[in-house]
């Protein structure tokens, strides 16, 4: 389960009601929704937020590195807020839908030297993307 509201409140950043409200509707586990997904949960709570505000709070959230924009396949992007937790992500190539993933192994450590080209790697991001037995099925 993401801990988004712990973080937030322990870097002191301002809660108002409509910033609360988008960190509740992004906390859970496996929680990747579009803006306009966030805004209809956020205003399900608050009828008054405006789509402006979530984007700017889903932007802002983004650049503090408190939650992590997915982009898959020209699909609308998603907001996964476990951004402190290491994961890849599953991705259903039928109806998008996006899962959190812990494979073992670390895809930093299975890149050959010869394939690095003098880069010093710091991150790698796998995808897995196949159906969900809901697609499959």
Not at 73 to 100: E, M
Not at 101 to 127: I, K, S, W, Y
């Amino acid at each position: 389960m993401s801990d988004l509201l712990e973080r937030l409140r322990g870097r002191g950043w301002r809660l108002t009601s409509q910033r609360r409200v988008v960190a509740e509707v992004l906390d859970g586990e496996h929680v990747h929704l579009t803006a306009d997904e966030v805004h209809a949960r956020a205003a399900e709570r608050l009828p008054e937020i405006s789509r402006a505000t979530v984007y700017n709070t889903l932007g802002e959230l983004v650049t503090l590195g408190e939650v992590i924009e997915v982009s898959t396949d020209g699909r609308a992007k998603r907001y996964d807020p476990n951004a402190h937790h290491p994961h890849q992500h599953l991705i259903c190539t039928g109806c998008g839908a996006i899962r959190d993933v812990h494979p073992r192994g670390n895809p930093l450590a299975d890149l050959p030297d010869e394939q690095r080209f003098g880069f010093a790697v710091a991150q790698a991001e796998v995808t897995y993307r196949g159906l969900c037995p809901d697609c499959a099925g």
